[in-house]
Nanobody, 115 residues
Framework: VQVVESGGGMVQAGGSLRLSCAVSGLTIWYLTWAWYRQTPGGERTLVARLRWMDNTGFYIASVKGRFSITKDNAKNTIFLQMHNLTPEDTAIYYC?????????WGQGTQVTVSS
C-alpha cells in the first residue's frame, strides 16, 4: 500500500488549500478515511474523517465549517479542502484509513499559514 499526499504549501491567513491523497495498493471505497496533522514536537492528531458507508464527515471543532473531506472512488483519492486557514493550522498533513492500524503512512504534505 502506498499513500502520497500533495497540495500543501505556504499561504497567508484566510487563504485556502486543497490537499490530495492518492492511494495505491488497496481500494478506498469500502474504508473510512481520515486526515491527520502533526506539528513539530507534537503528536499526530485527527483532523477529519469520512465514513465509507454513508460519506458522513466528522471534523474536530477547530476546523468545522472551514474544512471539508471528500473522496473520488474512481481515482482512489481522498481530498481535504481547507478554507479560512489560520496559523494554528500549520502542520504536516497525512491521510490514512481510520482507525490507522496498519503502518503505511505517507510522507505527508506541509501546510504553513503565515499571519
Amino acid at each position: 500500500v502506498q499513500v502520497v499526499e500533495s497540495g500543501g504549501g505556504m499561504v497567508q491567513a484566510g487563504g485556502s488549500l486543497r490537499l490530495s491523497c492518492a492511494v495505491s495498493g488497496l481500494t478506498i471505497w469500502y474504508l473510512t478515511w481520515a486526515w491527520y496533522r502533526q506539528t513539530p514536537g507534537g503528536e499526530r492528531t485527527l483532523v477529519a474523517r469520512l465514513r465509507w458507508m454513508d460519506n458522513t464527515g466528522f471534523y474536530i471543532a477547530s476546523v468545522k465549517g472551514r474544512f471539508s473531506i471528500t473522496k473520488d472512488n474512481a481515482k482512489n483519492t481522498i481530498f481535504l479542502q481547507m478554507h479560512n486557514l489560520t496559523p494554528e493550522d500549520t502542520a504536516i498533513y497525512y491521510c490514512h484509513d481510520d482507525p490507522p492500524d496498519a503502518d503505511y503512512w505517507g510522507q505527508g504534505t506541509q501546510v504553513t499559514v503565515s499571519s
